[in-house]
């Protein structure tokens, strides 16, 4: 019969192993919004070493996280998104009109799109993650934004005739002159901003 040996762990032990996770967790998101902000900038073809500089970190730091460019590059698509859908209701709350929340959430959503241009490329070969990834878009954003424009309706600030998706593919249509590179003054946000104000009513119905 087998003797089972039980291992007493101390609660300084499990505290420590809980502190280092949770160091490890927030050094990940560091590096997420470090290569987001770099991707932004430069596309997703961005050397790493830009990365490690933008996150203060060396670029070993970067592949133990993230061992493949593909890697890096799904792991900045979902903490994108996350933050979008996160976003969504505390713009909400922190500002007074919901139509200036819906504005300023289409701003940051114009920066996500700008680093979505780049992905099939980025994935390469890999269609099943690019696919996977577009239904984890449609899920988790569709829902945020339809909760923004949803509160923007009901308060009577903006059109009731548009609705989340059409909102968002016509957004991701005016960010398409970005990936093209025809027009150095092209801005996206200039232009997604126009789109918003021309979905604002003239005044409160």
Not at 21 to 41: S, Y
Not at 79 to 104: G, K
Not at 154 to 178: K, P
Request: net charge negative; aromatic share 6%; proline share 3%.
């Amino acid at each position: 019969m087998k003797r089972v040996v039980e291992i007493e762990v101390s609660d300084e032990v499990t505290s420590s192993t809980v502190r280092k996770r949770a160091d490890a967790r927030r050094n990940e998101q560091t590096l997420l919004d470090a290569a987001a902000a770099v991707f932004v900038a430069r596309g997703v073809d961005a050397p790493v070493r830009a990365i490690a500089a933008e996150a203060g970190v060396g670029m070993g730091t970067i592949y133990r996280h993230f061992p493949t460019r593909a890697d890096l590059v799904i792991g900045v698509y979902r903490h994108q998104i996350e933050a979008l859908v996160d976003a969504a209701p505390r713009l909400l709350a922190d500002l007074a009109s919901p139509a200036d929340a819906l504005a300023a959430w289409m701003d940051g959503f114009v920066d996500f799109l700008v680093t979505k241009h780049g992905l099939a490329g980025a994935l390469r070969s890999e269609e099943a993650s690019f696919d996977s990834l577009h239904a984890y878009f449609l899920d988790r954003l569709v829902p945020a934004c339809a909760s923004l424009l949803d509160a923007a309706t009901q308060a009577g600030e903006t059109r009731s005739d548009v609705d989340a998706l059409t909102l968002m593919h016509a957004a991701g249509n005016l960010c398409i002159g970005v990936e093209s590179g025809g027009d150095a003054a092209y801005d996206a946000h200039r232009m997604v901003g126009l789109l918003i104000t021309g979905l604002r009513r003239s005044s409160p119905t």
